[in-house]
């Protein structure tokens, strides 16, 4: 059976009102916490679009760093590996990560979502897919948090609390999702996932700003986070299941590095414009540049020397080959 909604169990709480029905924090006992050199971990996003949101959507006037925006990190901080770096989305913004490959609906979960929050400063997202960029269906979610009283700025959520929110788990490790949890559509293709949306849930309680889960509760968060960081600070996407290389690939006769082994510098030898994308053996993009000319050469010379994996796209199909780098 695949990972999905749990079954809820309410457990009384004299003091609190909470009941524990989800995965608790990363490295207890029955948490789905992906790490991020975890083997499960096929590929990383290769794209990302954001649109910031306010640093406190309840007073529009708030300033910090010059801008009423959110403004901490760039948007391509949240393009590979889970290395620390982010951009921040702001009150309700949102960013949308691309794939070389598609995601897939395989066994068990199919992606995880890093932020860079703790185990004492949460802040949340949804998560919502496309197969077309256009059409997005959102992940069923639930906050049990007290929705009360508000938690405030310095406040958080806790994981065991909540489901198939982005940001339950701490910095290292990524809040998996799996395809399954999604209804089927006839305009999503769950063997398909060409697009990841990561939407700031708004922490306040309060009817005018509230961000709701899919049972009509508020979702009580970190709230208000007046700071250039503000928001849901996007980490990264790893993928677990990925679409295999299918009927478009190139095919060696038409795309290839040389020389190879190769120390310094390849070629691409290629009959359409590529983008080149390198991993090394943990999955992890070590390297990346995008269209790529016939001949052209590609630097690889701040590469360790070891074995890598080379994914190339173009608009004639995409292929994969081995590159040693002496």
């Known amino acids: 059976m ?3 909604l749990l079954t809820i169990v309410f457990i009384a709480f004299a003091t609190t009102g909470f009941a524990q029905s989800y995965p608790p ?3 207890q006992p029955g948490s789905t916490a992906v790490f991020k050199d975890s083997p499960q971990i096929t590929a990383w996003a290769t794209g990302i679009e954001v649109q910031r949101g306010l640093i406190n959507i309840s007073n529009p006037d708030a300033m910090a760093a010059g801008s009423s925006y959110a403004t901490a990190g760039l948007p391509e901080n949240a393009i590979g590996y889970a290395n620390g770096s982010v951009v921040s989305l702001g009150d309700g913004g949102h960013a949308i990560a691309t794939f070389l490959r598609p995601i897939v609906n395989g066994p068990g979960f199919d992606f ?4 860079n929050g703790s185990t004492a400063f949460l802040e949340l997202a949804f998560v919502e897919v496309s197969s077309d960029g256009v059409n997005y269906f959102r992940f069923p979610n639930h906050s049990e948090t007290q929705n009360q009283t508000q938690l405030g700025s310095f406040a958080t959520p806790q994981a065991q609390y909540l489901n198939n929110l982005a940001g339950k788990y701490a910095a290292q490790y990524g809040t998996p999702f799996d395809l399954s949890d ?3 559509n006839v305009l999503l293709d769950k063997d398909n996932i060409t697009h990841v949306k990561i939407i700031d849930v708004v922490g306040s309680i309060d009817p005018l700003y509230a961000s709701y889960d899919s049972f009509g509760n508020a979702v009580n968060e970190s709230f208000p986070t007046p700071f250039a960081s503000g928001g849901f600070d996007l980490q990264a996407v790893a993928v677990i299941n990925q ?5 478009q690939q190139f095919g060696k006769a038409n ?4 020389p190879n082994p190769a120390k310094g510098q390849v070629y691409l030898k290629t009959q359409a414009d590529t983008d080149v994308l390198i991993y090394d053996v943990s999955g992890r993009l070590v390297l990346s540049a995008k269209g790529v000319y016939n001949g052209q050469a590609v630097d690889i010379s701040a590469l360790p020397s070891g074995t890598y994996k080379v994914e190339f796209s173009s608009n004639t199909g995409s292929s ?5 780098v002496n």
């Open 320 to 324: 994969a080959l081995s590159l040693v």
């Open 255 to 258: 795309v290839c590095l040389y």
């Open 25 to 27: 924090a990363a490295e």
């Open 182 to 184: 999604l209804p089927d």
């Open 112 to 115: 995880a979502v890093f932020e």
């Open 2 to 4: 695949k990972a999905g």
């Open 243 to 247: 679409q295999a290389l299918g009927l």
